[in-house]
């Protein structure tokens, strides 16, 4: 059993910085690929950022450049780092844990959220 533990959101303006985290328990973290999407009112949940085990790392359009997802293995925690932000990233941020791959996951486990708001 996995727990996954998000927190860092919160209320932003325009063009500032939030760290997410995610705190994960359990022993498969390092072997997992770690993932963290969003969900604005009304609209599907949608990938923003994702990291292999290896470190290799993946992120939507809208947020290449401005967000960076980052693993610590030995804390078993993923961050998202995001700078810049805009009105438009505004949603509730879900951490996400898939192992041992993104392809037919054995464990795909999901946090509870943090809400980040973006405005003025």
């Known amino acids: 059993q996995v727990q996954l533990v998000e927190s860092g959101g919160g209320l932003v303006q325009p063009g500032g910085s939030l760290r997410l985290s995610c705190a994960a328990s359990g022993n498969i973290f390092s072997a997992s690929v770690m993932g963290w999407y969003r969900q604005a009112p009304g609209k599907e949940r949608e990938l923003v950022a994702r990291i292999t085990s290896g470190g290799s790392t993946t992120y939507a359009d809208s947020v290449k450049g401005r967000f960076t997802i980052s693993r610590d293995n030995a804390a078993k925690t993923v961050y998202l780092q995001m700078n810049s932000l805009k009105p438009e990233d505004t949603a509730v941020y879900y951490c996400?844990?898939?192992?041992?791959?993104?392809?037919?996951?054995?464990?795909?486990?999901w946090g509870q959220g943090t809400q980040v708001t973006v405005s003025s």
């Open positions: 996400n844990l898939k192992y041992p791959a993104i392809s037919y996951p054995i464990y795909d486990y």
